[in-house]
């Protein structure tokens, strides 16, 4: 079965800018989370879509948001970029999202803003 | 909220030397404990988890151990090898609203190095 997979791999934008990111969970997986890994913060929780539906928000402004389509693949956007918005941007998938499934990430989005 | 404290932030043993992290937790209701391994531009692995009706989970040389009464568990690597070498972060899984889906709280990893 092919792993959770994420594109574009890198990218590189300037302040201001509007990104757009993909999440493409494993087959039968139902629910995306979002992650984004700095060096100074950790991983953090950005959101989580099920069935098309945003259940949970982490703490992060209202630039960031996402959201999910039918075939379960998710996108996550960022507007009016900011410096501290480079970052590796995870998405992992599991099957309900329920709170002892397994969560299997994908290799990440490593966003450079200048 | 949920917080997770991870100690201690590096790690450096010899091969074949066992290693071991920890991690405490402040939320009692929190019942799932995975710990992933990330090795330098790869993304995280799940090595290994544990649920809260059980007290210790062993698979080969990786073992976890969680103390629910004192809100923390830990990783114990043993025999350690060089391809150990990685950051390793636990995580806990809070109850959000609705009470049935949960997302990852982690702790800040602790980067392990083995030397040969």
């Known amino acids: 079965k092919a792993g959770v997979t994420q594109t574009p791999r890198y990218l590189i934008k300037t302040r201001g800018q509007q990104v757009t990111l993909s999440c493409s969970p494993i087959?039968?997986?139902?629910?995306v989370s979002w992650y984004q890994q700095t060096p100074g913060q950790g991983l953090q929780f950005l959101f989580e879509?099920?069935?098309?539906?945003?259940?949970n928000k982490g703490n992060f402004p209202g630039r960031f948001s996402g959201r999910q389509f039918s075939n379960s693949r998710s996108e996550m956007n960022v507007s009016t970029l900011e410096l501290g918005d480079s970052a590796l941007y995870l998405c992992?998938?599991?099957?309900?999202?329920?709170?002892?499934?397994?969560?299997?990430f994908g290799p990440g989005t490593r966003l450079l803003v200048l | 909220g949920e917080n997770v404290e991870q100690h201690p932030s590096t790690l450096s043993v010899q091969e074949g030397d066992s290693a071991v992290i920890k991690c405490t937790y402040s939320?009692?209701?929190?019942?799932?404990f995975p710990w992933y391994k990330q090795e330098l531009g790869k993304r995280p692995q799940l090595i290994i988890d544990?649920?809260?009706?059980?007290g210790e989970k062993k698979d080969q040389r990786i073992a976890v151990t969680l103390n629910k009464t004192a809100k923390h568990f830990s990783l114990h690597i043993t025999e350690t090898q060089p391809e150990d070498s990685a950051v390793y972060f636990c995580?806990?899984?809070?109850?959000?609203?609705?009470?049935?889906?949960?997302?990852?709280?982690f702790g800040k990893g602790t980067k392990l190095s083995v030397k040969p």
């Open positions: 087959s039968g997986h139902r629910s």
């Open positions: 992992a998938s599991s099957f309900t999202g329920t709170r002892e499934e397994t969560q299997y």
């Open positions: 544990i649920r809260s009706n059980v």
């Open positions: 939320d009692s209701a929190s019942n799932y």
């Open positions: 995580a806990v899984t809070t109850m959000n609203y609705g009470g049935s889906q949960g997302n990852l709280i």
């Open positions: 879509y099920f069935s098309e539906t945003q259940r």
